[in-house]
C-alpha cells in the first residue's frame, strides 16, 4: 500500500516550478515514506519528459487527462429515472453546499453500483431536458450554444475524474483544491482514506483573477458604454464551479495546511472549517545566510 498519494495539477514531476521544487523536497526528504504521484493535466503529450529524477521511494505513478474522454458506455446496468432522478437531487445538493449524497452520488459511476458513464450524462435526453429548464430559468438571456458548451466544458473534466480508479494509499494529499481536490475526495471515498489538502496559492482566488480576465468566455456587447461591477452569467458560473470544487475538497479533508494567516482567512471565506486549517510557513535554511556580510549599516530592508 501507498502511504502518500501526492495529486497535482499541471506540475511534479513533468514542470519545473515552485509547488514542484516543494514536492520534491518533500518526497526526497522522507525516505521512509511510500509515495505515490497522480498528475492531473489537460491532453497527453508524447514530447513531454521528466523534469525531477524520480526518488527510490516513489512508487506509484500515474497521468490523468481531463479532457481525453471516453465516448463509449461501459456500465453494470443501464440508469433507470430513479438514478437519474437521484443524480439530479445530488446535484442540487451540491448547489446547496449539502454534501451528505456525494458519496452515493459517486458510487453510481464505479464500484458495484455504477450505472452512469460519460455516456449516460452526456447523450442523455434527461439531462438534457434538466439543462433547458435551468436555461429557461437562470440563462434565458445568455447564448444557448455558449451556455451548452460551458457546461460541457465543466462536466466532461468531473466525469473523467469520477470514473477514475484511485490507487489505495493511507493518505491522499492534493497539493491544491480544484480538480486535484476532488481527485483526493474521490480517494478518500474508495479507500477509505485520510485526506490533507495543502495549498500554496488559493485555487478559488486564482481562478476568480483568470476567469475575470478571460477573453474565452462569451460575453454580450454592452449597447452603452457602461461600467459593470459584475461579471457575465458564464464567468459568474465558472467562478462558482470552480469555488464549489473547493468547497468540496475542504468539507471532506482531514486537514488543511497553508503558507501564512492571510491564506488561512481566506480559504475560511472560501467554506473551509477554521479548526482544520494548520498555518506552516516556508522555511528559511538562516544558517546558510550567516556568512553573509551586511553592507548597509542603517536600519535593515526586508524584501
Known amino acids: ?6 495529486i497535482v495539477e499541471g506540475a511534479y514531476p513533468y514542470i519545473q516550478g515552485g509547488v514542484s521544487t516543494w514536492v520534491h523536497q518533500v518526497i526526497n526528504n522522507m525516505r521512509d515514506v511510500k509515495f505515490g504521484i497522480v498528475h492531473i493535466s489537460a491532453h497527453s503529450d508524447p514530447t513531454r519528459s521528466l523534469k525531477y529524477k524520480l526518488s527510490s521511494n516513489v512508487v506509484f505513478l500515474n497521468d490523468i ?3 481525453d474522454f471516453e465516448t463509449e458506455s461501459h456500465t453494470l446496468f443501464k440508469p433507470t429515472k430513479e438514478n437519474y432522478d437521484n443524480l439530479m437531487k445530488a446535484y442540487e445538493d451540491l448547489m446547496n453546499h449539502n454534501y451528505d449524497r456525494l458519496k452515493d452520488f459517486l ?3 464505479y464500484g458495484d453500483n455504477k450505472c452512469f458513464s460519460t455516456v449516460e450524462i452526456v447523450y442523455s435526453k434527461y439531462v438534457f431536458e434538466k439543462l433547458n429548464e435551468f436555461y429557461e430559468k437562470h440563462a434565458w438571456n445568455t447564448s ?3 451556455y451548452f458548451w460551458t457546461w460541457r466544458g465543466m462536466h466532461l473534466p468531473i466525469l473523467k475524474l ?7 494509499a493511507k493518505i491522499y494529499h492534493p497539493v491544491s483544491t480544484g480538480y486535484a481536490g476532488i481527485l483526493g475526495a474521490i480517494g478518500k471515498f474508495q479507500n477509505e482514506g485520510k485526506l490533507l489538502v495543502t495549498e500554496h ?3 478559488s482566488q486564482e481562478r476568480i483573477l483568470e476567469i475575470s480576465q478571460a477573453d474565452w468566455i462569451y460575453e454580450p456587447d454592452s449597447p452603452r458604454f457602461i461600467v ?8 459568474t458560473w465558472w467562478n462558482e464551479y470552480f469555488q464549489l470544487l473547493g468547497r468540496i475538497a475542504y468539507h471532506f479533508s482531514d486537514q488543511i495546511c497553508t503558507i501564512y494567516e492571510g491564506n488561512r482567512v481566506k480559504e475560511i471565506a ?3 472549517d477554521p479548526k482544520k486549517i494548520k498555518v506552516i510557513p516556508n522555511g528559511v535554511n538562516v544558517h546558510s545566510l550567516q556568512s553573509i556580510k551586511r553592507k548597509r549599516k542603517d536600519k535593515p530592508h526586508i524584501g
Not at 1 to 6: A, F, H, R, S, Y
Not at 228 to 235: E, N, V
Open 144 to 146: 444557448y450554444l455558449d
Open 270 to 272: 472560501f467554506g473551509a
Open 65 to 67: 487527462y481531463l479532457h
Open 107 to 109: 458510487s453510481m459511476f
Open 1 to 6: 500500500m501507498i502511504d502518500v498519494c501526492l
Open 228 to 235: 459593470q461591477g459584475h461579471l457575465s452569467f458564464l464567468k
Open 201 to 203: 496559492g488559493l485555487y
Open 162 to 168: 469520477i470514473q477514475t480508479k484511485m490507487p489505495e
